[in-house]
C-alpha cells in the first residue's frame, strides 16, 4: 500500500515486483499538482510585476494549492478517501468542488486587490479548466496530475521562453508514473496532458491580445 500511495518512505529494490511501483509513486509524489501550481502561480506573478507579482503569487498559491491540500489531509484523516490521488470518482468530484471554490474565492480576491492581469486571467482560466475536468470525471477517470503539469509547463514556457519546454519530459515521466500506479490508463494522462497544455495556452493568447 506504501508504494500505491506515494508515501516517502516505501522502499523497493531494482528487479523486485514492487520496485517500479515504488519509483513510480514517488514520481507522482514528487510532481503532484500542488508543487506544479506553487512554482507557476509565483512564476507568472512575478514575471508581470517583479517581487510584488512573486507576492500576489504566494496568495494565489494559497487558495489554489495550499487549501485544496490541508482539505485533501484532513479527509484523510477523517476516512474519507485513501489517500492524496483520491482516486475514487465521488471522492475526485468532492475534492475539484472545493477546488472550484477554493480558486473562485482567490480569484475574486486578487481582483478586488488588484493584482496583475496576468495572473488572474491565467486563475480565471485554471478555474474554467478544473470545471472541466469535473465534468469528464463524471464519466471518465482523465488526468488531473497530466492536466496540472501540462498546463504549467505551457504557461511558463509562453512566459519565459521557449527552454522552459523541456519541462514537458517531466510531464512524460508523471504519465508514466500515473499508469505504472494504475491509477490511470495511457489515454487518460495522454487526454489530460492535452486538455491542460491547450488550455494554457488559450489563457495566455487570451490574456495578451
Request: net charge positive; aromatic share 10%; proline share 4%.
Amino acid at each position: 500500500m506504501a508504494a500505491r500511495q506515494g508515501l516517502p518512505g516505501s522502499r523497493g529494490q531494482p528487479g523486485s515486483p514492487g520496485w517500479p511501483g515504488s519509483l513510480a509513486a514517488r514520481v507522482t509524489y514528487l510532481l503532484e499538482p500542488k508543487n506544479w501550481l506553487i512554482v507557476t502561480v509565483i512564476g507568472v506573478g512575478a514575471h508581470a510585476d517583479g517581487l510584488a507579482g512573486a507576492g500576489w503569487g504566494l496568495l494565489a498559491a494559497f487558495f489554489a494549492a495550499v487549501l485544496p491540500t490541508v482539505f485533501i489531509s484532513y479527509g484523510i484523516r477523517r476516512g474519507r478517501w485513501e489517500d492524496r490521488n483520491v482516486g475514487a470518482r465521488r471522492a475526485r468530484l468532492v475534492v475539484l468542488g472545493f477546488i472550484i471554490a477554493s480558486v473562485a474565492t482567490g480569484l475574486i480576491l486578487l481582483t478586488v486587490l488588484g493584482a496583475p492581469a496576468l495572473l488572474t486571467g491565467y486563475l480565471a482560466f485554471m478555474l474554467a479548466s478544473v470545471a472541466v475536468l469535473a465534468a469528464i470525471t463524471l464519466v471518465w477517470k482523465i488526468s488531473i496530475h497530466c492536466a496540472v503539469a501540462a498546463g504549467s509547463v505551457t504557461i511558463l514556457g509562453l512566459v519565459y521562453g521557449p527552454l522552459v519546454f523541456c519541462g514537458y519530459l517531466l510531464v512524460g515521466l508523471l504519465g508514466w508514473s500515473r499508469v505504472a500506479v494504475r491509477d490511470h490508463t495511457t489515454p487518460q494522462v495522454v487526454s489530460g496532458s492535452v486538455l491542460g497544455a491547450a488550455a494554457a495556452f488559450l489563457a495566455y493568447a487570451a490574456i495578451v491580445a
